[in-house]
Each structure stands twice: as C-alpha cells, then as structure tokens.
C-alpha cells in the first residue's frame, strides 16, 4: 500500500476534484468508505456529487473558521493510499477498517487521547493503472485550536501502510521490490499485455538459458528485442548495463527499458553470478555487445534449435528433478540461494510461455509470481550460483524449439516444474510471507491446472505410488486451514515424499 501525501488550503477545491469525474473520468462511483462521525452520519452510503462535496469540505475545515486561523496556512493534509493492480480485491468494509486504522496511528483521531481532526475518505474505483486506492482530506487543527503535528508525516505513514499490509494481506512492499507500471505504459499498452510484463518475461528466459553473458545478447537478438548496451565512462568495451525494448510498429519509436528497470534480479551485475568470468568469455561478450549495438550481425552463432520430443524432454525431466532435490536441502532463511533458484524456476515457465503462448497466458502469469521471489526487497543476487541449480539446458530447449512441445513433453516437465514450485511455496509458508504463499496457491489453482489439466498422464518407476502429472491442481483441491483472522491457503501436499520433503 502506497500512501502519497501533499497540503493545501483550499478544501473545498479538493473535495470537488475527489468526487468529480477526475482528469481522465476514472472516478466512476465517488462515496465515502470514513470520516469523522458527523461527516459520515451525513453522507454515508451515498454516491457523492458537488453539493455534498462542498457540505463535506466545510464540516472538514469547520475547527479552521470557528477558532480563527489564517485561511492561507497549509491547514489540509490530503494523503491517497492505493494498493497496486497485482494485488487482492479490497472491500469497501475493509477499506472503512483501513482508513480507521490508518488515521488512529497518524493521530487525527482521539486514539492519541488528543483532541480530533475532522477528516473524510472517498474512494471511487481504480485508476487509470488499475490501482484500487482511496483519497483521505484531513485538517490539521484539532477541536481544541491545538496543531496536529506533520514532522516526519511521510515516514510515519510509511510505517503504518507497511503493518496494514501484513495483518491484511495485502502486497508488503517492505519486502518486495517488483517494478510497478507508469502512466505512459497503461496507455500505450492498453489494448495487449504492458510492454515491460513482455519483456521482463523475455529476458528472464533469455538469461536463464544462456550459459555465458554472450550467448545471453544472441539469445535476446534472436528473440526478435532491441539490445543497446551501456558502456563505462571513457570506453567503448567496458559493459555496464543494459537496454532493451521490442520493436517497434513503423513509424514509432521504441519504448526502452533498463534491466533494473524490468525487475531488480535482471541487471546485469545480478545476472553476471550465472555465468563463467574469464578473458575469453569477456572478449566475446563485448563483441556481441558491439554488434547488437551497431546493428551489426550476431557475431558467434549458436546451433539452431531443435523439436523438443518425449526422449530430449525425459532428459530435461531429470535435470529439473535433481534441481528440485537441491532446492528440497536449503534453509528457507537461505533468501541469497532461494532468489537464484526462483530466477531460474521463472525462466522455465518464461521460456516455455515464450514457445507456446501468445502473450501473457498461464505460463506467462506463473513466471511472474515466481519471479517476486527472485527480487524481494533487500536481497540483491551477488553470490555465484551454484551449479546444482542451474536449469540452463531446460530453458534454452524450450526458448529454442522449432515448433510447440508434444503434450507428452510438455507433461514431463510439468511433472518436475510443478513440484519445485511446490518447494517455493513451503519456503515462502515457513517464513510466514501470507502474500507470497497465497499467490503461487493460486498460480496452482489457476494458471498451471490450466495447461496440467489436457496433457497426458506421466507414468513413474513405482506405479503404486504414481501421481498424476497435475498432482497439486487437477483431483485434489487446495487444502485451507483457518489460523486466527487470516486463512493460510496451501496446495496439495505430496504425500510421497518424507518429512524433509525429499522424494520416496
């Protein structure tokens, strides 16, 4: 929850604004979901409409105009706090609770034992950029003719939004750190998946696939994207980051984005723990990072790709399963070795997206939710990875086949894939991310029964124990358990595996 605060003086101007269509007519039911008692006493549950914003503003400035205070002091605090298009429906009750909550521990409310500020909350909808948010215009003059004190407001309201989060569920962006969408993308894209969500996916699998920082540049040239690199100051062959961008219609120009940009795991620093760091590989990598620059022909090709068959996928099953016997061992407190794991888990499903899908399907979607585990907020990757976790050789097949995987191949890997995503989920749920665990629960029930649920039942070595390939998603629901206020939602558990998670 993103709380965005500024001061005024006219209350009555604002008021207006809050219940009129707004700049680009996106304030579609205008009503209060809080306020000071009298306030609501008048206008609750009532769409609202310029007299009554008026009414509204007055009864907020009223303390103002009976104690005598200038009209020109910045006496209106006015703070939005939206939650972002990701995120859960939010009920109207529970923004009525939120705002409660959220005016008490700034102090306007007499829970300081202070004398209250009149104040009122108005939500109207979405945004533009989908965002659910409300809009909160408060006096800071309290009934007494004392101040509200705004030292340190923003901090404050920081802190506050940030334990909101947690005992809603909502998206805790203390501990994430995804790349939210600007005004200009919603609007360029608003017809097809944002460009940054098609390229984020695309590069992710890209990285993931190449074994070196050269093959990485091929790999995105030849996934048809824009690659400029940027050099360090004074020369022409020290690499430091990285642009891309997809191509554009004639007559447009590109729309860029940096690796950071796209999330906090895919700047190049970052992506440099994966691959080899030695003269050879640094002089190859600069020249295909010149000739992406220059336009110029890839200048060290790689084979072509081939059909990803049952054998080859068998293959690739295998090295997926001794990544996920990996992943099984580590320390979910382990956030350095988890984020490599849940880049490489991501481009899997990028890559396979980027083979099968036509935008952002299933696949596409599930890539996603993985990848918050792969930038959380606070953890940058700067550890090598290490080579039990690679899965290089399954993503580069999938971004690379000539032509859609057999539903059997497919099947094989998303046999391995979805018991690894499984592993992602017990780690988020030991370390009690509610967030996290909710949103791969609901990759499982939504996205990957989507595609588990065509393809062909995967025979094992012990048919006595044999489970379908869609295990967590197609004949056994999710398990709910009630623990507290908040329910803790998790996927099938594998009962063929032990109680360290390992395999039987």
């Not at 972002?84 to 409310?109: G, L, N």
């Not at 995105?220 to 690499?239: Q, Y």
Request: aromatic share 6%; glycine share 6%.
């Amino acid at each position: 929850m993103i709380p965005n605060i500024t001061k005024g003086n006219k209350p009555v101007g604002l008021m207006k604004y809050l219940v009129g269509p707004g700049r680009s007519n996106e304030h579609t039911d205008p009503h209060l979901v809080g306020g000071s008692p009298l306030i609501i006493a008048w206008h609750d549950d009532v769409q609202l409409n310029e007299e009554a914003a008026v009414g509204i503003a007055r009864e907020v400035d009223l303390n103002r105009r009976m104690l005598g205070f200038d009209a020109e002091t910045k006496h209106i605090w006015h703070c939005s706090l939206s939650i972002p298009y990701q995120d859960r429906e939010v009920t109207d009750q529970e923004w009525s609770d939120i705002v409660a909550r959220f005016m008490d521990e700034m102090d306007f409310t007499e829970a300081g034992n202070k004398a209250p500020c009149q104040w009122a909350a108005v939500h109207h909808g979405r945004s533009t950029k989908g965002n659910d948010h409300i809009h909160i215009m408060a006096s800071t003059i309290r009934e007494d003719g004392t101040k509200w004190a705004d030292g340190n407001d923003f901090s404050r309201a920081q802190k506050v939004a940030r334990g909101i989060e947690k005992d809603f569920n909502l998206i805790q962006l203390g501990n994430h750190s995804e790349r939210w969408l600007q005004q200009g993308e919603v609007r360029r894209d608003s017809t097809r998946e944002p460009a940054r969500f098609a390229l984020e996916r695309t590069v992710r699998a890209c990285a993931v696939a190449a074994d070196t920082e050269a093959q990485f540049v091929r790999l995105m040239r030849r996934a048809k994207l824009l690659v400029h690199p940027r050099f360090a100051a004074g020369t022409d062959s020290v690499v430091t980051g990285y642009s891309v961008a997809e191509r554009p219609p004639k007559g447009m120009r590109p729309l860029w984005f940096g690796g950071g940009k796209l999330a906090q795991d895919l700047t190049l620093p970052s992506l440099r723990t994966r691959w080899p760091d030695t003269p050879g590989s640094a002089q190859e990598a600069a020249e295909e990072w010149m000739a992406a620059k220059r336009h110029r022909r890839i200048v060290h090709p790689d084979a072509p790709g081939a059909a990803l068959d049952e054998e080859t996928a068998r293959h690739l099953a295998r090295e997926l399963k001794e990544v996920r016997r990996r992943l099984v061992s580590i320390a979910p407190d382990d956030q350095q070795t988890w984020a490599h794991a849940a880049r490489e888990a991501s481009g899997v499903y990028a890559a396979w997206s980027y083979a099968t899908e036509d935008g952002q399907g299933p696949l596409g979607r599930t890539a996603r939710v993985l990848a918050r585990s792969a930038h959380r907020a606070g953890v940058k990757i700067t550890a090598p990875l290490d080579a039990p976790l690679r899965t290089s050789g399954t993503t580069a097949f999938l971004l690379a086949v000539t032509q859609a995987p057999s539903p059997m191949a497919q099947a094989l890997i998303m046999n391995q894939m979805l018991r690894m995503t499984q592993a992602f989920y017990e780690m988020h749920q030991a370390n009690q991310d509610l967030r996290e665990t909710q949103l791969i629960n609901d990759a499982f029930e939504h996205h990957l029964s989507v595609v588990a649920e065509p393809l062909p039942e995967v025979e094992t070595s012990n048919p006595a124990r044999a489970t379908s390939h869609a295990g967590p998603v197609r004949d056994r629901g999710a398990l709910r358990e009630t623990q507290g206020p908040t329910a803790t939602v998790r996927p099938y558990v594998d009962h063929t595996r032990d109680e360290h998670g390992m395999e039987l």
